[in-house]
């Protein structure tokens, strides 16, 4: 009989679900839904779009292939008549996972497959090291794996898949907190010294826009808590914050100096050198896409999925549909349905208080400084604050709004499952009455079309779509409340309520998100759709220097904008986020074709008939050979203007004339009278790489060797082994100036900076190895010890 007792007592309690607390499950939850989430990716059965087409998948190409044939892809020829590659941050050549991509290459290609699962990892990563901040946070499991869904499955990072960079840069930020975290708790220097390392690896990632939006929320963080300590006299505890702070800020610039200093050079010879607050002010949040909290979708999506059935973006922002990944603050309706709360309850209990305020006042800031244009706050810190004047699309900021909102809510979260009975009174049945009485109102509104947009032109499509969509928030406001008011009344147990809040997000990320980010076009069949005459030109250099003009004033394409990367084909055309100032000669037709076209040795141009719809490549009958002599030189110092007067002018015949902007007492040219007395030359390019250019030449008289090649200053040149000086020629070409003989002149990309931050790189990383051991050394036997 008592054993049959026993039996029945154990039936009674139901199922066990006290599973739900164990941290592998947490772990497992996170892999198993990463995977069920990203399979189309994963298996190259769906594709990312834009950005990762445009950009990112060439430039990864280029790179790994380049590695992978044992190249340093210092410098590249193919895209607007050349221009620096590892100088670019976001090519981020040093990032260690890029690194990796150059061992899946297969014939000079690599698989678009290879490329997206590389940002996939990432987002898998993200949830394991938001998990384990949770944990940091004192969270337990269920509420730490919570914690980490709502981050990495955030809008912000479900857009913002397509641009890798800033997703390999955020993933770390996660990662970066958990260390800090332990090194204040602790004091252990070995965690800031781990810590500075994963800063470096979220600074060589490519998007340094997130990395200083994180810098700053640390500083502000440690800020607070400098102060906190200050009015609490535990001085000790001061000392050893800001020194920490001084290692994160100071070591991860000293190990990534070998990326940072070319790429600073980079940047001062780009079009982002400098710019006004009219730029700076592009991606600005708009006070109605405050909407996007509670429902993301509501102004239409932007995807290159083409078989996805949303509404496209229909907001009118002046910047276009890419807004849609800019201004959109969406977490979770979890997050709607109890946020507030959450805040009541910390501020009034004075639970995490300090915490709290500060992510509240951060939070707020992230949207104040995010609506740029539309507020002041953008404007002021443009204006005042360093470091703020050197980015645009001041959404980008919102990353840390959504981070706030999330460790907001998981730490009321976590009190409400240990203490239900004192959250009660915040969660009473006159807030449930209320918040569904509002939104019930709202949707009453909505489905009698009272709430529709201004715009009424595509108001039948829209207002359906709007109904729709707040039809499903409003779904998921249903099941997270009901949760929560069984939970609050006592319904429910708590691994039950938790279950329930984990499915139930779990079905909500995958109904919004899944679809968009599964484009329908494979990068390599884009690339590969003139296969035919790409090969033809292919077979041409290799006997023949020469770059195509493939883009139509107009707009038309006849290749892919970064065609040139995938296929080493040397273009005067491409895209990427920074350009240099001086990318072209000035252009100004001419009886024989364009002057820029020709200096740029463009033998190939684009032909669009209009009238059949079709493009062709026609020969550039006046294009300048890639490298020639020239007798006969203009100098006009230091005056831009001028120069550019000059060569617009018909005075400039470009043909026997080269413009410098610097001159020199020791240039002896010849006094040319006629054709007869014209100089002799012979000028053969003999090898022509990457990083190096060998140039064979012979002239009866002292000239000038005209290379038509973006002038550069980490370029340099030597005639027969001894370096001579190249000049800015043509506005953005490059000469040297050579006696009469025979020569073989060698262009060397040969960057001072990259040396310098080499030095400095390798300087910090013997610093950082030893902090690294000594600390270590003493973390493991003091832990040791107490064991």
């Not at 981020?92 to 690599?110: D, E, K, R």
């Not at 969406?330 to 709607?336: A, E």
Request: proline content about 4%; some cysteine; aromatic content about 18%.
């Amino acid at each position: 009989m008592a054993k049959a007792k026993n039996v029945v007592t154990k039936k009674s309690q139901g199922i066990d679900l006290s599973f739900i607390n164990n941290k592998w499950f947490a772990l497992s939850v996170l892999f198993i839904f990463w995977f069920l989430f990203f399979r189309e990716l994963i298996s190259g059965s769906a594709y990312l779009f834009d950005d990762f087409i445009e950009q990112y998948f060439p430039g990864k190409t280029f790179s790994s292939v380049s590695l992978a044939n044992g190249i340093f892809p210092f410098w590249n020829p193919y895209t607007f008549g050349g221009m620096p590659l590892f100088a670019d941050l976001q090519v981020a050549v040093l990032y260690p996972l890029n690194f990796i991509l150059s061992f899946f290459t297969h014939g000079n290609v690599l698989s678009p497959t290879v490329i997206q699962f590389s940002i996939i990892v990432h987002y898998l990563l993200c949830s394991v090291f938001t998990f384990f901040l949770g944990r940091e946070l004192k969270l337990s499991n269920i509420t730490s794996l919570i914690t980490a869904l709502l981050f990495t499955y955030s809008s912000y990072m479900m857009i913002h898949m397509i641009h890798m960079p800033l997703v390999e840069s955020l993933t770390w930020f996660p990662l970066i907190l958990f260390l800090l975290l332990k090194f204040i708790d602790t004091k252990k220097y070995f965690y800031i010294f781990l810590c500075s390392a994963v800063v470096t690896l979220s600074i060589l990632s490519g998007y340094p826009q997130v990395v200083f939006f994180s810098y700053f929320f640390i500083a502000l963080y440690i800020l607070t808590i400098f102060i906190n300590q200050i009015k609490n006299k535990n001085y000790k505890e001061v000392l050893y914050i800001v020194f920490g702070f001084l290692i994160i800020v100071i070591i991860p610039f000293g190990l990534s100096a070998v990326q940072l200093l070319p790429a600073n050079e980079f940047v001062s010879l780009s079009n982002r050198a400098t710019f006004d607050y009219e730029f700076a002010k592009q991606g600005s949040l708009h006070p109605y896409d405050i909407f996007t909290f509670f429902i993301p979708k509501v102004f239409g999506v932007w995807s290159g999925n083409e078989s996805i059935t949303d509404i496209r973006y229909w907001s009118k922002h002046q910047e276009g549909v890419f807004m849609f990944s800019i201004a959109n603050i969406f977490i979770s309706v979890l997050i709607v349905v109890s946020i507030v709360p959450f805040i009541i309850y910390s501020l009034k209990e004075k639970k995490n208080k300090i915490l709290t305020i500060f992510l509240l006042c951060f939070g707020l800031f992230s949207i104040l400084f995010a609506l740029g244009g539309n507020f002041f706050i953008q404007k002021l810190f443009f204006d005042v604050v360093p470091f703020f004047n050197r980015f645009r699309n001041p959404g980008h900021i919102l990353f840390l709004f959504s981070f706030s909102v999330i460790i907001i809510f998981s730490l009321g979260f976590e009190s409400l499952l240990n203490d239900s009975k004192i959250l009660s009174k915040y969660f009473s049945k006159k807030y449930f009455i209320t918040i569904f009485s509002i939104f019930t109102f709202i949707l009453i509104l909505i489905i009698a079309e009272i709430i529709k947009p201004g715009d009424s032109s595509n108001a039948k499509e829209v207002i359906p779509w709007v109904k729709k969509e707040y039809f499903i928030f409003f779904v998921f406001l249903v099941l997270f409340g009901l949760a929560f008011y069984l939970f609050i009344n006592k319904k429910i147990k708590k691994e039950v309520f938790s279950l329930m809040i984990i499915v139930v997000l779990l079905f909500e990320i995958y109904l919004i998100w899944y679809e968009i980010n599964n484009g329908s076009r494979n990068p390599e069949k884009l690339f590969a759709q003139n296969t035919q005459l790409i090969n033809q030109l292919k077979e041409e250099l290799k006997t023949e220097q020469f770059r195509i003009n493939m883009r139509d004033l107009s707009g038309p394409m006849l290749f892919k904008r970064n065609q040139g990367l995938v296929d080493r084909i040397p273009l005067i055309e491409g895209y990427g986020a920074l350009l240099m100032q001086r990318l072209y000669p000035f252009y100004k037709p001419d009886s024989i074709g364009i002057q820029s076209h020709n200096l740029l040795n463009v033998k190939y141009k684009i032909n669009v008939d209009k009238q059949k719809n079709s493009m062709i490549l026609v020969p550039n009958p006046g294009y300048l050979p890639r490298a020639k002599m020239f007798y006969d030189i203009k100098v006009i110092e230091n005056d831009t203007a001028s120069v550019r007067k000059y060569m617009e002018s018909n005075e400039f015949d470009y043909r026997k004339t080269l413009v410098l902007e610097k001159n020199s007492m020791n240039i002896s040219l010849p006094q040319i009278k006629d054709s007869l007395s014209f100089p002799v030359s012979s000028v053969k390019i003999i090898d022509y790489g990457l990083n190096k250019i060998v140039i064979e030449a012979e002239t009866s008289e002292n000239g000038f060797l005209y290379l038509s090649e973006v002038y550069y200053p980490a370029w340099k040149a030597y005639t027969d082994g001894k370096e001579t000086e190249i000049y800015c020629t043509d506005y953005a070409m490059r000469s040297v100036y050579l006696e009469k003989g025979k020569h073989t002149v060698e262009f060397i990309y040969d960057s001072e900076t990259f040396k310098t931050g080499k030095k400095i790189t390798f300087a910090f990383l013997a610093f950082w190895f030893i902090g690294v051991l000594f600390s270590g050394f003493k973390f493991f036997r003091t832990k040791n010890t107490k064991k």
